[in-house]
C-alpha cells in the first residue's frame, strides 16, 4: 500500500432526486399533488447506483448504425446498448411520453414535466424520442382520423423496441424530421417533395439533414406538397411488413447527447399521410414545436439541478485549507449563486407545466401566457445552462473535468436545448412575434408579472424598464435578445418573490434585477441569507 485515499468525495448515490422543495412545491401548486407518490419512487431509482450505471454505459456505448444485414438486404436499423432499453422502459412506463394527453386528471401534464425533470437527470440524451412521443399527439389532432388511430400506442406504457408494423405493437414512439442541408431554422427553404396519390396518401421524396431519433416507429416531417408547405406522418414499416422507402444515410457525430441517434435520412417515394392541411404545416407542426420547447426548459432545468447537487456535495466533504470547501466563504457564494439559478429555473417550469395543463383545458388567459412565458423561458433557461454546467464542474476541480465524474456529460449536454427547436435567436426573435401579433399574450405576461407588484423594489423597478423598453421600437429586432432576457428573468422574480422563500426572492431580486452584483457565478452581494439557498441544493 503507498497511500491511504482521504478527502475525496463519495459518489452521490442512494439519494432521492424528487427531495427537491423547488420542485414538489411546485407540482403540489400547479395541481399533480396526487402524483407525490410516483415522484419518490422515480425519484428513489433516480438516484440509485443502478440507474446511474445505465446513465453511464447508454453515453459510453453510443447507437450504431445498420444499413444492411449480412446478405447484403437494406435495413437501415439502428441497434442500442441494454442501458439504453432499460432508461426508456422506465421512462415509458412511467407515462413520460404521451400519457398525459389520455388523462383526465388535472394537472397530468405537470406530473409528466416532473417526471421527465428527475428521470433526465439520470440521463438527457433518451429524453428525445420521449419528448417527441408526448409533443406528437398535439400536431397529430389536427387529423382526427389520424389521431384516433396512433394516440392509443403513442401513450401507451409499453415500451416495444422494434421495427415491425407499428398497428400490431404493444406501443409505439415518434420522432421529427424538418431541417434540410439548405434551410436550417427556415424551414420553408424545405426541398422534400411530396406526391398524392389517388388513395389519399403521398410518396415522399428528398432528405432530411436531422432526422431525431430515426429508431422511432413513426414521424412527423415537412414536405412541399401541391398545396405548399405539408405535415406529415411518414412510417418506418408499412401495414404489409415492408420497410417504407426511408434511407438512413448516417448518424450524427454529436458533441453531446451521445447516447441518443440523429440521422442523414433520405426518401425515396416514401409513403406518407397528410396531417391538418396542405399549405399549414408550419402552423400544424408548430403545435409538436411548442410541447419540445417546453421539453427544453425542463430539460435544462434538470441539467441545472443536477449540476449544483453534484457540487453542492463535493463541496460539502472536500476539504481545502483547513476547511470544507463548502464552508469557504467564497466557495459558498459560488454554491449559493448556482443554486439559486437552479431553483429559478425549477419554479418557472413548473408554473409553465401548469399553464399548460390549464391551456389544454380552453383556459384562453393561460394560453396567452404561455405564448410569451414559452419563449422567453426556452431562451433563457436554456443560455443559462452552459454556463452553469461549466460553473458547477469547475467547483469539482480536476474531479470535475475527467470522465468519471459525468462532469463532462452535463457539459457536452448543455449547449444542445439551446439549439433544439430554434436556437436563440429564432427564440428571441419569436418573443418579438408574440408581442406583436397577439396583444392578449403581452397582457397576460404584465398580468402574471403584476401579481407580486409592490413586493420588491428591484423588481417593481425592473417591470417599469421592461414596459419601457417595449414601447421604443427602435431597433427591437437587433434588441430581441435583451427583451427576452428581461422578460425571463422579471417573470421569474415574480415567481419567486410570491412562491419561493424570502431568503430566495431577496437574493434573485438584487443579484439579477437591481445589477447589485457580477456577472459571473459566486458574486452575490453581502448580507443575503446563503446558507438557505446552499441547503436548498442539498440532498
Known amino acids: 500500500m503507498t497511500h491511504d485515499v482521504f478527502n475525496q468525495a463519495d459518489p452521490l448515490t442512494g439519494h432521492d432526486v424528487s427531495a427537491d422543495a423547488a420542485l414538489m412545491d411546485g407540482v403540489d401548486r400547479e395541481g399533480a399533488g396526487w402524483a407525490t407518490g410516483e415522484l419518490r419512487r422515480l425519484g428513489l431509482l433516480a438516484g440509485s447506483e443502478q440507474a446511474q450505471e445505465w446513465g453511464r454505459l447508454a453515453n459510453e456505448h453510443p447507437p450504431v448504425l445498420r444499413t444492411h444485414d449480412r446478405y447484403g438486404r437494406r435495413i437501415d436499423e439502428v441497434e442500442f446498448h441494454p442501458a439504453w432499453h432499460e432508461l426508456m422502459t422506465v421512462a415509458v412506463g412511467n407515462g413520460m411520453h404521451a400519457t398525459p394527453w389520455t388523462s383526465a386528471r388535472p394537472g397530468a401534464h405537470v406530473a409528466r414535466a416532473a417526471k421527465f425533470y428527475l428521470w433526465s437527470q439520470v440521463e438527457a440524451g433518451h429524453g428525445c424520442p420521449i419528448s417527441m412521443t408526448y409533443a406528437s399527439i398535439a400536431a397529430l389532432r389536427h387529423s382526427p382520423v389520424l389521431a384516433a388511430e396512433w394516440e392509443p400506442l403513442l401513450a401507451s406504457r409499453s415500451y416495444d423496441f422494434g421495427l415491425r408494423p407499428p398497428l400490431g405493437k404493444r406501443g409505439v414512439l415518434a420522432g421529427m424530421a424538418m431541417t434540410e442541408k439548405q434551410g436550417g431554422s427556415d424551414v420553408r427553404a424545405g426541398t422534400t417533395r411530396a406526391e398524392p396519390l389517388s388513395d389519399g396518401s403521398y410518396l415522399l421524396t428528398g432528405h432530411k439533414w436531422f432526422n431525431s431519433a430515426p429508431m422511432c416507429d413513426v414521424f412527423l416531417v415537412l414536405a412541399q406538397a401541391p398545396g405548399g408547405l405539408s405535415c406529415f406522418l411518414l412510417p418506418r414499416i408499412l401495414p404489409d411488413g415492408t420497410r417504407n422507402a426511408v434511407r438512413l444515410m448516417r448518424l450524427k457525430d454529436k458533441l453531446g447527447n451521445r447516447s441518443n441517434a440523429s440521422a442523414e435520412v433520405e426518401y425515396h417515394g416514401a409513403t406518407a399521410h397528410l396531417v391538418g392541411e396542405e399549405g399549414r404545416g408550419v402552423r400544424t407542426i408548430l403545435e409538436m414545436v411548442n410541447m419540445t420547447r417546453l421539453d427544453c426548459v425542463i430539460g435544462s432545468a434538470a441539467g441545472l439541478r443536477y ?58 388567459a393561460e394560453a396567452a401566457l404561455r405564448r410569451t412565458a414559452l419563449a422567453v423561458s426556452k431562451y433563457w433557461i436554456c443560455k ?121 426572492a431577496d437574493a434573485f431580486c438584487v443579484s439579477r ?23 436548498r441544493a442539498s440532498y
Open 513 to 535: 434585477l437591481s445589477g447589485d452584483a457580477g456577472r459571473a457565478f459566486g458574486t452575490l452581494p453581502p448580507g443575503l441569507d446563503l446558507d438557505v439557498l446552499v441547503e
Open 307 to 364: 449540476g449544483v447537487t453534484q457540487a453542492v456535495h463535493h463541496a460539502g466533504q472536500r476539504a481545502a485549507f483547513g476547511r470544507k470547501l463548502a464552508d469557504q466563504p467564497l466557495m459558498r457564494n459560488v454554491l449559493a449563486d448556482l443554486s439559486l439559478e437552479s431553483e429559478a429555473a425549477t419554479v418557472l417550469m413548473t408554473r409553465l407545466a401548469g399553464a399548460t395543463d390549464r391551456a389544454i383545458a380552453g383556459d384562453r
Open 384 to 504: 443559462r445552462a452552459p454556463v452553469h454546467a461549466a460553473e458547477a464542474l469547475e467547483c469539482l476541480g480536476g474531479n470535475g473535468y475527467v470522465e468519471e465524474s459525468q462532469m463532462p456529460r452535463l457539459f457536452r449536454e448543455s449547449p444542445l436545448n439551446g439549439i433544439w427547436e430554434g436556437s436563440g435567436n429564432v427564440a428571441a426573435l419569436d418573443v418579438l412575434r408574440a408581442l406583436g401579433r397577439e396583444p392578449e399574450a403581452q397582457e397576460a405576461f404584465f398580468a402574471e408579472v403584476s401579481l407580486a407588484s409592490g413586493a420588491d423594489r428591484h423588481l417593481d423597478a425592473a417591470v417599469d424598464r421592461l414596459r419601457k423598453s417595449l414601447d421604443d421600437t427602435t431597433d427591437i429586432e437587433a434588441r430581441a435578445r435583451r427583451v427576452a432576457e428581461d422578460m425571463a428573468l422579471v417573470l421569474q422574480g415574480s415567481l419567486l418573490v410570491r412562491l419561493a422563500p424570502t431568503a430566495v
